[in-house]
Each structure stands twice: as structure tokens, then as C-alpha cells.
């Protein structure tokens, strides 16, 4: 049966290609009106009888183009389209000779509109700073949601974690036509929304809304994708819930519910599980499991939501989620966008470790159990209003609130020897604790524009108040051994405080020296933080049976004030190949310290430092650009750092602050290229960067004969850090339904770090080589294939007597499938191979990970009936090695273990053409 069903596959897709036609055309783009070639014009080729897309590219530098595929379809059209002129149609049969069309005068369409060019079928349209894709010509699989088609489009990379890149540049920022869904996290609108509700993608450079509003180029740094809703899509409601359940009582349930008016939307969604997920994704294999992908790599119960975290330790986490978004423009001057959120989660954590600690004429071993309950439960709230007075006046208001409150319950013990495996010390903790935070921040931006030459001025105030108790009963028994044994007991409740009053503003004029090119840019900010930590101890009385003992030595009641005020100046160019600035600012900071308890250790010093910043942009055309970046930052010590007192709540580490740090200036260069070329359909970026640091902030350790160390900090000079990486990419069309899409990569990192190991100073180079390749293999309707391999080459070296050097080669090899035959049944399959040889004795070098699920849709395909299997062969282990230069650590924690579960989940449409209900009962299937 199998061999026959191989054989079926095979003939028909010779039957296939036995029907399809080869075709050549090619061409050159002239404009009529400066008789200049035009470069990324959009050219693609429909079939005649159906406008079904075959294929397209743009044009280079000389306005050229050729294109050439093969067709089901004889009669074809042939499209080209640019911004600002007609668009050029043609008919033509497709024919094994290359048909030339010459030289193509494109007229100026003095009509043209941005609405009409927002209608346009051309796959792609490249403007001056934006690229813009048109969904409906990027086949996907049914019901794609929008991550599915932002891994079809040219140029564009999705990690495993949702993570978005475009030609190499990190997306931190997705809209809905044009406004925040659920903040600026992109996986809640990327695996949420679907692509049949988008009309277009369009990628620009990231900016604020003031400095979109000012005119003001952007560092290029990173991006912002904005998701057009199809007009016919922007009134009515869609969702999505599900539910299941399965084996050692694993669960999972989550909602999704739209309602779009137009400019007003309403967005509701809610979740749970306990299966280490935040559960907004709906069974789909690669975003329900976590991270727990990995026997190497932590099966961490943490994970977050945009700067939202759930859990918080490793282990196995239950969560539970709920959240709103609303949107809506009021008249044609303001708009707002607000959303609530809230995170509980209860997590579970035991962990074992032993840890080789490395002195310089010796070693000491330290193993150590604990275990944790955690739970926590946050809200949070955020507004966004603008309001534009006038063309010419903008206010830009961000308010935005958290709540939190939470308890941990936990106990450890640990116990060290020396390498005569004599013991020295010991100790036990139990601890129980309860928590509230609480968090207002409040940015305003007020931008006023003057003339029509560039220049505006705007004032900014920021304004951050913070608030953290907790209150901690806390028990600890500490025993060290040897010839001076002693044993220190405690039995305390800990009241703590803490708080922050902050408060940054800054005003910025701007002056054209050249109208719209050339600008001086003048600037003043101040920023002042106040933190208030009043940290009370007290211990157990016995005769009381009452904390009511104050212990002045492990309390603190402490104000420190960080204030700083920063004139700066600069120049900003903005032409059409080169744009770039160069700014430069004096920092007069002024730290102090008043401790209520230790008045001694109160101390005020000013320091004065020079700050740069420059970035430099060339685009060599609209498809590749060369950029570069320089920062010089100035960095002053923590307080804990700088507090002259000893910190004796570890009594086998002893911390003692240093009054005489320096702040650090961190000098940080990068540099970046990147080209995609659409007519070769071939993408390649490479970039590197190397940061050196003064005046580095390190710990000092001395660890004395009964193994206690004793810490305190000092300034070094001698860090960098340098990294280095490329990316390419092909895109292959072996026929209409056949695609390969071949992605290789290559990072290399030298980390160089001065620090001390009892006493002695020493430098450490870490060197790291690691090469990635990943193929995407895709059968239309019938299958895909992703297989990819990394291995890793690590080498650390020490120039300290006694420190061996350690080098080894790790192996990463992962394969994910998926077949949709037959007809609604898919199947998916993730697939992790790690080789570690660089693990302790006992603990196991190599594992397999399998992750599957098979998803069947129902009910007219609005229902989808899905079975998850984690783990099939139970290797998740959790077994890992960290390493640094004073230890090496092995460990093993809790992690979620092996189950299946059984799932549904169903959708509801009742968007439809000018927000009429769809047929089917109101309920409009995902295509």
C-alpha cells in the first residue's frame, strides 16, 4: 500500500509538470518624464483566465528586468507597476523563446493616489522608506495565521520563538493598521490573527509616534511591520476558543474574541494551562510546548508576553491569563488604544547542582539542593493617546500601571569539601514570603512643527514612581568545620521596603541648516532618581515568642539619589542615498547616599563624563544598505556596589561595598549590510560589532580557609567583547507547486574579561564558532520538510596558573515535517537531536526531543479536532552544564514530563464586505 501511494504521488506529479510551460520575458524601464531608468519597479505575471499569480521581481539599477517561469496556463499577463506612474499591462502566450519587450516608457499618472496605490495586485511595492507586501499573492496553508504568511514573504525569518527578522534587522514593533494590539507584543498578533483578514504588510523603521510626526529619520536599528485589515474585513467579529485535556492530568484552554467597527476595535482573550505555555496559540505543536524543547537546555516554567512574565524559575508552571485591547479614533484629531492584561501563575521548581569551584592552587566541590512554590499574579494596564491639535502640533501621552502580588515558599541545603574531600561548612534555609509591587509610569510627548523646512521643537517628560514590599520569615543554619568550628543560627522576619521616584525631561530644537536635508539639533535633558530602601530584620525572641529584636546588622535605611543633567548638541543629514547623524552630550552626574543606620557609609561624589552617539546609513539602492552605528556610554556603579558596609545576610559570603568606584564608559561600534535581491530571490546579510569597556565594574573574591568568601568590587580596564555574524538565503521554484529555500548562517564571538580568582588577576577569552544550515522543502498540499544542523565550537583560555583550558564541539540537529494528506488531516512533527560533550560524569551527552501532533478539521472546517504528544521518548531530562571562570556547574531540575493530549478548538467569522454577515449561519471559513 505505501509503495503504491508513492507511486501515485510520483505520476501525478509528472502529469503535473507535463503540463506546465516555460516562458522569458524580459524588458528595461525608462520614466518619460527625466528619462531615467527606474530601478524597483514591480513586475509580475498572472494567468489570464483567473489572475492567479505566477510569478514576479522588481527591476535593478539600470531599470532592467528578466523573468522567466513555468505556467499551467498558456495566455498570460504581464504587469509593471511603480509609484507615481501608469501601470503597464501586456498579454502574451508563454513560449520556450525570450520575448523582448525593449525599452518601456513609464508615464506619470497624475491621479495616483495612496489609496490607488493601496489597491494594486503587485506582489511587491518598494517605496523610499517602506517595503510593502500584497498578502493575496503569498500562497500559505488553509488557515494561516499571519506568522505562517510572514515565513512566506521574501526576506523575512521567524525563529521558533516568534521572533521576527526582515533582511537581517530584529522587528520589536507590530500595528493594525497603524495602532498597538495588546502593546507591542508581536506574537499575540501574529499567531492570534489570521492572513485572510490582511490585505497588506508593510515594513518601515522603527520610530516613535513624535518622531514619525517630526519628520526625524530613524537609526535603522530595527523595525516595525504595520497590518492592513482588508476594507471588507474592518467590521464584524472573529475567534477563536479552545480547549483539552490529557494524560497526568495536563490541561490547556484559551479564547480569542475581535470586534472590529471600522476604527474601533475590541479584543478580548483568556487562557490556562499546565503545560509551561502561555496558551494563546490554539494546539499548534511549535508554540504550545514552551521551552522544554531541549534535554540541554532549561525546561524553564518562565515565559513572557511582550515585558509580561509568567512563572519565574524552572520546573513546571501552571498559568492563567486574561486580557482586553480596545481601539478607536475619535473625529480626525484623536486616537486611542488601551489594554489591560493579567498573568498568574503557580510554579513548582526542585533542583540539584554540583559545582566545582576553581582556586588557583586549588579546588572545593559544593552540592546543593532546593526546591520552590511560587506563585504570582499580575496586572497590568496601558493608554495611548494622541491627539493631533493641528498638521502642525502633536501630544503624544503613554500612561501605563502594574499590580502584582505573590507568596514563595522554599528551602535549600548545600554543603562543601575540599579535594581531600574533607568537609568545611554547611548550611540549610527555609524560607516563606510574601510580595506586592506596584508600578505607574507616565510619558508625555509635545511636538509643534514650523514651516515646511524641517524644523520643530519638542518637550518630553517622563515620570516613573515604584513601590516593592515584602515581607520574609526566614530560617538558616550555617556550620563551618576545621579548627575554628562555628555555627550561626538564625530565625527572623524580614520587613522590607523599597521604592523609586523618578523623573526625566527633555527638550529638543531642531534647525534646518539645508530645508529637509540638513538639520542642527540641540538638546537638554535632566533625569533624577530617587530609591528608598528600608530593609528591617528582626529576630526571634524566645521569651516572647515574637519577632520583635531588631538586628541592626542585616537591616539597611538608605536614600540614593542619582542625578544627572546632560546638555548636547548634534547634526542630522537626511538624503536620498546618505543619511546619518553625529551628536555629542556632557553628562554632570551627582551620586549620594544618606544611610539613616550607618551614617558613615553616607557619601555624595559628582563626576563628569563625554558621551557620542552616531549612526551612518548608505542605500546603495532600495534592496541593499550599508550602516554603521557608534556609542559611547558612561554607566555608574549600582548602589550595592558603592555602600561602604558589610552585607552579612550570607555568612558564607560576606559582601562589602566600595565608596570609590569610577562609572564605566562603555565605546560600542557596529556595523551591518544587507541585500535582497528579489529578482534572484536570494537574501544575505552580515554585520559585527566590538565593545570595549573602562573602568568595568567586577567582583573581588577572597575565599578564606573555611571556604566563607568575602566580596567586594572594584574597576578594571581590559573587557571587550566583539561579535561577528552573515545569513544568505536562496528561494528555488522547482515548478507551481515545488519550492526549496536554502538558509546558512555563520556567528563568531571573542568575549575577553579581566576578573579575579582569590585575590589573583586574570583575563579569560572565550572564543565560539558556530555555522547553521536550514533547508525548507515544500510540496504544495502535500508535505514540507525543514531539516537543520548547528554545530558549535567553544574554546575558553586562561592566563592563570592552574587554569586549564577547555575546548569541545556541540551538535544541534533538528527536523520539523508536515503533511496535509489526506484531505484535512495534518500532521506535524518537531524533531531535536543535541550532542553535548561537555557534561559532568553521570549525566547523559546525548538525547532526542519529539514533539507531534495530528490536527483533523471538522465541521466545515471551522472545527479543528487535535492530538499533541510531548516528549514521545521521554529524554527531557533537563541535565545541563554552565560554566564560568571560577566554576563549573552541573545540574538537573524538575521539568515537564512526557504526555498526550487530546484537543479542540473552533472558530467563528462574521466579517464580511462592507460588514455584512456571511452566509453559513453567520460563521465565515478561514481560506
Not at 889 to 916: A, C, H, P, T
Request: include cysteine.
Amino acid at each position: 500500500m505505501k509503495h503504491c501511494l508513492r507511486a501515485l504521488i510520483f505520476l501525478c506529479s509528472i502529469a503535473t509538470f507535463a503540463q506546465l510551460q516555460p516562458f522569458k520575458i524580459s524588458g528595461t524601464l525608462m520614466a518619460n518624464d527625466a528619462g531615467q531608468p527606474l530601478e524597483s519597479a514591480t513586475v509580475y505575471v498572472e494567468r489570464v483566465k483567473d489572475s492567479t499569480l505566477v510569478t514576479y521581481t522588481i527591476t535593478n539599477q539600470n531599470g532592467y528586468f528578466s523573468i522567466e517561469d513555468k505556467a499551467a496556463d498558456k495566455n498570460l499577463k504581464i504587469y509593471i507597476t511603480y509609484v507615481g506612474y501608469k501601470t503597464f499591462e501586456k498579454e502574451f502566450v508563454a513560449t520556450s523563446e525570450e520575448i523582448e519587450l525593449g525599452t518601456i516608457v513609464m508615464k506619470i499618472d497624475a491621479n495616483t493616489l495612496d489609496e490607488v496605490v493601496l489597491k494594486s495586485r503587485a506582489p511587491i511595492t518598494i517605496k523610499k522608506d517602506t517595503l510593502e507586501f500584497n498578502v493575496s499573492s503569498f500562497k500559505t496553508k488553509k488557515d494561516a495565521s499571519v506568522e505562517d504568511l510572514l515565513k512566506k514573504l521574501p526576506g523575512v525569518e521567524v525563529d521558533d520563538e516568534g521572533q521576527i527578522t526582515v533582511n537581517g534587522k530584529a522587528v520589536n514593533k507590530i500595528l493594525v493598521n497603524g495602532k498597538p494590539f495588546f502593546g507591542d507584543d508581536p506574537t499575540i498578533t501574529t499567531r492570534n490573527l489570521t492572513k485572510d483578514i490582511i490585505e497588506k504588510v508593510q515594513v518601515t523603521d522603527t520610530k516613535t509616534d513624535a518622531e514619525a510626526f517630526a519628520g526625524e529619520d530613524a537609526d535603522g536599528e530595527n523595525k516595525t511591520i504595520n497590518l492592513t485589515i482588508k476594507e471588507e474585513n474592518n467590521k464584524g467579529i472573529f475567534g477563536r476558543v479552545a480547549a483539552g485535556g490529557g494524560t497526568n492530568d495536563r490541561y490547556e484552554f484559551a479564547g480569542f474574541f475581535n470586534k472590529f467597527d471600522n476604527d474601533q476595535r475590541v479584543s478580548i482573550l483568556a487562557g490556562g494551562n499546565n503545560i509551561n505555555s502561555p496558551g494563546f496559540s490554539f494546539g499548534e505543536i511549535r508554540k504550545m510546548f514552551g521551552n522544554s524543547r531541549n534535554a540541554f537546555v532549561s525546561g524553564n516554567g518562565a515565559f513572557g508576553v511582550g515585558n509580561r512574565t509568567f512563572g519565574g524559575s524552572d520546573g513546571v508552571t501552571v498559568s492563567r491569563n486574561a486580557g482586553g485591547n480596545y481601539a478607536d479614533s475619535f473625529g480626525k484629531k484623536v486616537e486611542l488604544s488601551a489594554d489591560y492584561f493579567y498573568a498568574g501563575a503557580d510554579s513548582e521548581d526542585r533542583t540539584s547542582t554540583q559545582r566545582e569551584n576553581i582556586l588557583p592552587d586549588s579546588r572545593f566541590f559544593t552540592n546543593s539542593n532546593s526546591e520552590s512554590f511560587t506563585e504570582n499574579n499580575n496586572h497590568s494596564a496601558n493608554v495611548q493617546l494622541d491627539i493631533k491639535v493641528d498638521s502642525t502640533f502633536l501630544i503624544n501621552l503613554r500612561p501605563s500601571f502594574t499590580y502584582g502580588k505573590g507568596n514563595r515558599r522554599s528551602s535549600s541545603n548545600e554543603a562543601s569539601r575540599d579535594d581531600n574531600n574533607q568537609a568545611i561548612n554547611q548550611s540549610s534555609t527555609n524560607s516563606y514570603s510574601e510580595n506586592t509591587n506596584r508600578n505607574f509610569n507616565n510619558d508625555l510627548d509635545i511636538t509643534k512643527r514650523f514651516g515646511t523646512r524641517g524644523s520643530f521643537i519638542r518637550l518630553g517628560v517622563v515620570v516613573q514612581y515604584d513601590n516593592d514590599t515584602r515581607d520574609d520569615f526566614f530560617q538558616s543554619n550555617v556550620e563551618v568545620f576545621g579548627d575554628t568550628p562555628s555555627q550561626t543560627n538564625r530565625n527572623q522576619f524580614i520587613d522590607d521596603e523599597s521604592s523609586l521616584d523618578s523623573y526625566f525631561t527633555d527638550i529638543t530644537y531642531r534647525y534646518p541648516i539645508l530645508a529637509n536635508k540638513l538639520y542642527l539639533d540641540t538638546k537638554f535633558s535632566h533625569r533624577e532618581d530617587k530609591r528608598t530602601s528600608i530593609e528591617s530584620t528582626f529576630d526571634f525572641d524566645a521569651a516572647t515568642q515574637e519577632y520583635t529584636l531588631f538586628n541592626t546588622a542585616l537591616s539597611t535605611n538608605f536614600k540614593y539619589i542619582n542625578r544627572r543633567s546632560t546638555p548636547g548638541v548634534g547634526l542630522q543629514y537626511s538624503g536620498e542615498k546618505i543619511s546619518g547623524n553625529v551628536r555629542a552630550s556632557y553628562v554632570l552626574r551627582t551620586l549620594a547616599n544618606d544611610d539613616a543606620l550607618r551614617p558613615e557609609a553616607s557619601f555624595e561624589q559628582r563626576f563628569k563624563a563625554l558621551e557620542l552617539r552616531g549612526y551612518l546609513t548608505y542605500r546603495f539602492s532600495p534592496k541593499s544598505s550599508l550602516y554603521a552605528n557608534y556609542n559611547l556610554n558612561n554607566r555608574p556603579p549600582e548602589i550595592s556596589q558603592l555602600q561602604a558596609f558589610q552585607d552579612v545576610s550570607n555568612p558564607l559570603n560576606i559582601i562589602t561595598g566600595n565608596p570609590n568606584l569610577e562609572p564605566a564608559n562603555e565605546h560600542r561600534v557596529y556595523v551591518g549590510y544587507n541585500n535582497f535581491d528579489f529578482q534572484k530571490r536570494t537574501g544575505f546579510n552580515m554585520y559585527g560589532s566590538f565593545s570595549k569597556t573602562q573602568n568595568q565594574v567586577v567582583q573581588q573574591t577572597i575565599v578564606d580557609e573555611n571556604l566563607v568568601r568575602n566580596t567586594t568590587y572594584t574597576n578594571v580596564d581590559g573587557n571587550y567583547y566583539a561579535f561577528a555574524g552573515a545569513t544568505y538565503s536562496k528561494d528555488f521554484k522547482v515548478d507551481t507547486l515545488r519550492t526549496v529555500k536554502v538558509s546558512a548562517g555563520l556567528s563568531v564571538n571573542n568575549n575577553r574579561t579581566i576578573n579575579f580568582n582569590n585575590g589573583e588577576k586574570y583575563a579569560s577569552t572565550n572564543n565560539s564558532l558556530s555555522p547553521n544550515i536550514r533547508l525548507t522543502l515544500t510540496w504544495k498540499k502535500v508535505l514540507e520538510l525543514i531539516p537543520n544542523y548547528r554545530p558549535s565550537f567553544t574554546k575558553s583560555t586562561f592566563d592563570l596558573v592552574g587554569f586549564d583550558d577547555r575546548q569541545f564541539l556541540q551538535h544541534t540537529l533538528g527536523l520539523q515535517t508536515a503533511t496535509f494528506l489526506p484531505k484535512r488531516l495534518e500532521w506535524r512533527n518537531d524533531i531535536n537531536y543535541n550532542y553535548n560533550p561537555d557534561v559532568g560524569v553521570g549525566f547523559q551527552r546525548s538525547s532526542w526531543f519529539w514533539n507531534s501532533t495530528l490536527a483533523y478539521s471538522v465541521l466545515q472546517d471551522t472545527g479543528t479536532l487535535t492530538l499533541k504528544a510531548f516528549d514521545l521518548l521521554g529524554q527531557n531530562a533537563n541535565a545541563r552544564r554552565s560554566q564560568t571562570q571560577n566554576y563549573i556547574q552541573d545540574s538537573q531540575s524538575l521539568v515537564l514530563q512526557q504526555y498526550f493530549m487530546l484537543s479542540f478548538s473552533w472558530k467563528f467569522n462574521s466579517l464580511g464586505k462592507k460588514g455584512e454577515i456571511n452566509d453559513n449561519g453567520g460563521f465565515y471559513i478561514f481560506n
